[in-house]
Structures are given as structure tokens and as C-alpha cells.
């Protein structure tokens, strides 16, 4: 069994508490099946434990993350992309993706993890060591977050954030940002820097506006559950005019839990719930909804 991880970074520790309870019920099961474009298995089976579920959750409960992806797959979900936000969550991740089929890894410093590290050169040869295997798709989460880190640490963030770009262009890997309050930020060293083929904006969080100049540049937009929360009528603006080919869907589990569940814990078996009320925001059909968010995830991640 591979190890959860035993110390989420602080921040993350500390809105633990946020998500009280038990695993919600599970939706009714997707048409067709689509892939979790990002979600921190390690932090869900630490803080939460393993979704019960059908034969998958009960059977392999020596096994909480075999059982959160057998959950998951009950429900649609049968691919699961794993985020790294550190370097000791990276490697757990790339060691994931290596024993479980249905994920594959990405690998970063979080954008609030860079200001608080005595040798940010260090850990980014670590996560330019973690890029080169083989799957490992993506280089994230990475960006600019102005919301939980102030002015005294946004250099540090932007080094690392320009150093990602770089290590995702050199293998050529999917960037995956984390955004908060920084938008025009992240356009601006992303035109400077050059972006490379594949840039997703991970929980898309701005406006109609913000996703127009996103689209305008070619990247995959992923919304997560905060798009069924009933005051997030401008996200919804957002997604109603994201092309379907550039549409991903994520829990960001095991944060972000989708209406009616908000402030329960999150895992991947729950993006139904998402994925019916992007089809109801967009106008799509649920099943082409479906087939574009998977043909979508393999476009930017390649094949499980």
C-alpha cells in the first residue's frame, strides 16, 4: 500500500476543519465516463479517509486510495489526475500514478508554499527531477495566489511560477495554474514567459472577462464545484462561453465539495454533480458533455 501522506502544508491543515462530517451519498452515475482533471488523493485519504461505496469502497479498505478510485469509477470518474502542491506531495503522487492505472501525476510548488522555503532552487531541481517520469503529465499546481500570500512574498511566487513555465516547456507537460486573485498577473508573465502547448486554469475563478482572454489564448478552463454554488453567477457566465473543447471538469478533493454536500469532504466520486450543472450552465447535452470533457483530459494529459 502506498502511504498517505502524514503533514498536509499548514494552510491546507488549517481549513481542515471546514470539511466536518462523512462522505455525502453518491449521485447518480455520469452517461459516459470523464476523468477528475485534479484532485489531491493524498490529502483526501489523510484529513477524510476513503469514500464507502459499492463493492469497490468495502472490498479494499486496506487500500484507501484503490477505494477512492473504485468509488469514483462507479460513478463516471475512471481516470484521476493527482496533484502535487510540495515536493514530498509531488513524489507521493509520481509513486501513485506508477501503482494505480487510473492515475496519472502532476508535480509543483504551490504558489503559497514558494515564499516559505529556505531554498526554492533546491526544491525546484527536486520537481525538475519528479517531470521527467513517465507519468508524470503535468507540471502544477503553479501560479499566483495574491488572496493567502501578501506583497512580501509575491517575488518568490513569481520566480517559481516563471521556473514552472520553463520546466513544462523543456519536457513538454501540461501547466497546470493555481490562480486566486491574480489573474492579470498570471496573463502577464505567461505572455512574457511564452506559454507552453498545454496551460490549464485549475478551479477557474474569474469572470466572463478573464475566461474570453483565456479562451482567446487557447487554454483548457477546469471548473470545479464552486460553479453549482448559488452565488457564483459570474463563474457560470464564464463556463457558458468556454468553448466545449476547452472545458475540463475537477473536485480539487478534498476541498470545494458541490452543492447540496458544501462543507462535506470532496473525493472524485462527487463530479457529477459538477459535470450536470456545467451541461445545465452551457446548454450542452450531458452525454457530448461527457465525451468532450474526456477527449479534452486526454488532449492535455495523454492516455492513462
Not at 510548488?109 to 507519468?135: G, V
Not at 498570471?186 to 478573464?210: K, N, W
Request: charged share 25%; glycine share 8%; hydrophobic share 45%.
Amino acid at each position: 500500500m502506498l502511504a498517505a501522506m502524514t503533514e498536509p502544508t499548514e494552510s491546507r491543515r488549517q481549513r481542515a476543519t471546514r470539511r466536518g462530517g462523512e462522505f455525502p451519498p453518491a449521485p447518480e452515475p455520469l452517461p459516459r465516463p470523464v476523468p477528475d482533471s485534479h484532485t489531491h488523493l493524498d490529502i483526501t485519504v489523510t484529513e477524510a479517509g476513503a469514500p464507502a461505496g459499492g463493492a469497490g469502497g468495502n472490498a479494499r479498505a486496506d487500500d484507501p486510495v484503490a477505494a477512492t478510485v473504485a468509488v469514483a469509477a462507479e460513478a463516471g470518474v475512471d481516470r484521476l489526475v493527482q496533484v502535487g502542491v510540495d515536493v514530498a506531495s509531488s513524489a507521493w503522487g509520481a509513486d501513485a500514478a506508477d501503482r494505480y492505472p487510473a492515475v496519472l501525476a502532476t508535480v509543483a510548488l504551490h504558489p503559497n508554499e514558494a515564499p516559505r522555503l529556505t531554498d526554492l532552487d533546491e526544491a525546484l531541481r527536486a520537481i525538475e527531477a519528479l517531470a521527467a517520469r513517465a507519468r508524470v503529465r503535468g507540471i502544477g499546481e503553479t501560479g499566483m495566489d495574491f488572496f493567502r500570500t501578501g506583497d512580501e512574498g509575491r517575488a518568490a511566487q513569481e520566480e517559481s511560477f516563471r521556473a514552472h513555465v520553463a520546466i513544462a516547456k523543456r519536457y513538454g507537460k501540461a501547466l497546470v495554474i493555481h490562480d486566486r486573485d491574480a489573474h492579470a498577473d498570471v496573463l502577464r508573465i505567461l505572455d512574457d514567459e511564452g506559454a507552453p502547448d498545454t496551460v490549464v486554469l485549475h478551479c477557474f475563478s474569474g469572470d466572463a472577462g478573464f475566461a474570453a482572454d483565456c479562451v482567446r489564448r487557447g487554454y483548457l478552463l477546469s471548473f470545479a464545484g464552486t460553479v453549482t454554488f448559488a452565488s457564483a453567477v459570474a463563474l457560470r457566465e464564464a463556463a457558458a462561453l468556454t468553448p466545449l473543447d476547452q472545458l475540463l471538469v475537477e473536485t480539487d478533493a478534498p476541498y470545494l465539495t458541490p452543492t447540496p454536500h458544501r462543507g462535506r469532504p470532496n473525493a472524485s466520486y462527487l463530479i457529477p454533480l459538477t459535470v450536470r450543472a456545467l451541461a445545465a450552465t452551457t446548454g450542452a447535452d450531458l452525454d457530448e458533455l461527457c465525451a468532450a470533457l474526456s477527449a479534452n483530459g486526454e488532449r492535455a494529459f495523454g492516455p492513462w
